[in-house]
């Protein structure tokens, strides 16, 4: 009966050693690393995916979105001033897109931040800021002096899909 133990305790001896041998060989080597994640440097500005009928406004250094559309196949820059309800245009922007402001007539009182001024109403047939196109955008050409910038405002918001404000970027979409 010893002989017996002695035997069973020879063989599971010969086992261990043999796959200890197996084991050492099959994973020699450095041990493996928990997988690394690639390093991601934070960029200062990420630039927003817009997609199909959408246009990106950026902020320009004045702190101010702007938007350069084209109305009538002229190219208008265009503040963007979600406090105003109307489109407003300058008395320049109409001469350049042939309004002929001068034979308008300005019978709409308007307040501004800069004070009273009167307006003419105009129907626009079209905005189109990159691929952002609004149709029949009502609109006012204001008398000359008061009003430094054209502004785009929610008679043209008003009619978009969604706008949002992201970062640095204003996106459009129709």
């Known amino acids: 009966m ?4 002695i035997g069973l305790l020879v ?3 010969a086992i261990a050693l043999v796959l200890s041998f197996i ?3 099959r994973f ?3 041990l493996p690393q928990a997988e690394q994640r690639p390093t991601i440097a934070k960029a200062t500005t990420v630039e927003p995916v817009i997609g199909a009928n959408a246009a990106l406004l950026r902020r320009e250094d004045d702190g101010h979105y ?3 559309a084209d109305i009538g196949g002229t190219n208008v820059k265009l503040l963007v001033d979600t406090g105003a309800s109307i489109v407003a245009l300058t008395w320049q922007d109409a001469q350049r897109l042939r309004l002929k402001p001068e034979e308008l007539d300005f019978i709409w009182s308007i307040n501004t931040a800069n004070g009273e001024t009167f307006g ?3 129907l626009l047939p079209t905005i189109r800021i990159g691929d952002v196109e609004i149709e029949n955008v009502e609109a006012m050409v204001m008398q000359d002096g008061l ?3 054209s502004l785009l405002g929610m008679s043209f918001l ?4 969604s706008y949002e404000f992201k970062q640095n970027s204003l996106i459009i979409r129709e």
């Open 2 to 5: 010893i002989e017996r133990i």
């Open 158 to 161: 008003g009619k978009l899909y």
């Open 28 to 30: 020699s080597g450095p």
């Open 11 to 13: 063989g599971a001896f």
């Open 147 to 149: 009003l430094e910038h």
């Open 120 to 122: 003419a109403s105009i």
């Open 66 to 68: 702007w938007g350069r």
């Open 23 to 25: 084991i050492e060989k």
